[in-house]
């Protein structure tokens, strides 16, 4: 349950995600919270003023935890519903990652872009709008549980594949029917707007194939002083959801500088070990992995389905971590005890 005391809030700045009435507006322009900010950056941190160390623990899913505080998230914009009509659930959500541990919250933005609010007959500003409240949000959160628990907190700008914005499920096979440029074009645009942002990095997620990271490159070397963790949904313990090897795909991201990790993510968590030898193989770069629970939805009888490996994440998180990843997480049907279980596990190794 969402309580008040879940949300937290600094003595002397008070935090409006204590009231259930906060705008968008009010986020995106808090002029009247600005003495209780530390600083007025309003920008994204340059690649190379980035400081990683001691980012270790992700966040677990979104969508998940909103589900079970009662949220209906039947509908094409997902979460980012939420971020509209009920911005202190999505708080709520962050502020309960941190307290089980996380380092860093992945803003709830997956499923926005201007492409996808077209198609439901929305404007482009409201998609951008969107995108700067996701980050927006994240950082009133941080910011007041910084001022009563100091601790390094990274927020990652969460992006979906040009597929989520298609609102049929193609970011699980990457299928898509359009030109290379429109994929950069669609990358581009969001990253125009979170450059002036006060996200630390781009989390681009549950991308399905090698061509679409291609197209992501592209996109981030429009915007150079930008970094970025670019990570794959995997269809079995060597492959990309579209096919290609891991291992290829991680090799091209390899001399990118602006790639500060690669990743896997929204993936059966019995494929992780493999899939991060063949990361490992290839790069030195950092790697980040965030599973699913490992229940797979069954689109036809709405209802998830399998076997869940949520009780075991702390257990996992210890291989991964042996086996070289460095950022460890997780995705659907993943929550904050998944999330805990993983900080207990790393702690101290
Ligand atoms: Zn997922």
Redesign the pocket.
């Known amino acids: 349950m969402v309580t008040r005391k879940a949300l937290g809030a600094s003595p002397g700045c008070p935090s409006p995600l204590l009231r259930r009435d906060i705008s968008l507006h009010e986020l995106l322009f808090p002029a009247a919270r600005r003495s209780c900010r530390e600083n007025h950056r309003k920008q994204m941190k340059r690649l190379n003023q980035l400081d990683l160390d001691g980012l270790q623990v992700l966040d677990g899913?979104m969508a998940t935890e909103l589900e079970r505080v009662g949220c209906s998230l039947r509908n094409p914009l997902w979460s980012a519903q939420v971020l509209e009509t009920a911005p202190h659930l999505i708080a709520a959500v962050h502020r309960e990652y941190l307290e089980a541990g996380a380092d860093c919250l992945v803003t709830a933005s997956y499923q926005v872009s201007q492409k996808g609010f077209l198609e439901i007959g929305r404007s482009p500003a409201a998609a951008d709008e969107a995108l700067r409240a996701a980050v927006a949000l994240a950082e009133e959160v941080r910011h007041s549980y910084r001022s009563v628990r100091p601790k390094k907190i990274w927020i990652a700008a969460g992006l979906g594949p040009y597929g989520a914005a298609l609102h049929n499920g193609a970011e699980y096979h990457g299928n898509y029917s359009c030109s290379f440029e429109e994929l950069v074009g669609f990358h581009s645009g969001r990253l125009a707007v979170l450059q002036e942002t006060r996200a630390d990095f781009i989390a681009f997620?549950?991308i399905p194939s090698a061509e679409e990271a291609c197209a992501i490159l592209a996109a981030l070397r429009q915007f150079p002083s930008l970094a970025a963790l670019i990570s794959f949904?995997c269809r079995d313990g060597g492959h990309l959801a579209h096919g290609e090897s891991l291992a290829g795909a991680a090799r091209q991201l390899d001399g990118e500088e602006q790639v500060i990790a690669i990743g896997v993510?929204?993936t059966h968590p019995a494929f992780l070990l493999p899939l991060i030898g063949e990361i490992a193989a290839v790069t030195r770069k950092r790697i980040a992995v965030y599973p699913?629970s490992g229940e797979q939805w069954d689109a036809a009888q709405h209802r998830w389905t399998g076997e869940s490996l949520a009780g075991s994440f702390g257990a996992m998180a210890l291989q991964w971590r042996a086996a070289g990843a460095q950022w460890i997480g997780g995705?659907?049907?993943t929550g904050p005890d998944e999330v805990r279980a993983i900080a207990r596990a790393l702690e101290g190794v």
Do not use: K, S, W
């Open positions: 899913g997620e549950t949904t993510n929204c699913n995705c659907c049907r």
